[in-house]
Nanobody, 117 residues
Framework: QVQLMESGGGLVQTGGSLRLSCVVSRSTFSSWTLGWYRQAPGKQRELVAGITSRGITNYADSVKGRFTISRNGAQNTIYLQMQMNSLKPEDTAVYYC?????????WGRGTQVTVSS
């Protein structure tokens, strides 16, 4: 069973910054690739950033150069972060962490990010 707990969202103005955090806990150990996903109102959930257990990262074109994903921890608990800079109104969404690119069926509650223009 996996536990996912996201935090760090909030309301910011265009150009502002936020840092998201996630605690990923699972009873069995594996070298997971993890990612941050987001879902805006009326849109499908999308993967915006991913990071392997070795620290190799990848980003969606829409966030490249503005978002930075990182991770630490090991074994059964991983701490995932994402620094979001130069935020835009189109970044407004609920952000989730999960395994990437094939997420677990379980999702956490997410954290709301709202960017005002």
């Amino acid at each position: 069973q996996v536990q996912l707990m996201e935090s760090g969202g909030g309301l910011v103005q265009t150009g502002g910054s936020l840092r998201l955090s996630c605690v990923v806990s699972r009873s069995t150990f594996s070298s997971w690739t993890l990612g941050w996903y987001r879902q805006a109102p009326g849109k499908q959930r999308e993967l915006v950033a991913g990071i392997t257990s070795r620290g190799i990262t990848n980003y969606a074109d829409s966030v490249k150069g503005r978002f930075t994903i990182s991770r630490n921890g090991a074994q059964n608990t991983i701490y995932l972060q994402m620094q979001m800079n130069s935020l835009k109104p189109e970044d407004t969404a609920v952000y989730y962490c999960n395994k990437s690119p094939e997420p677990w069926s379980y999702w956490g509650r997410g954290t709301q990010v709202t960017v005002s223009s």
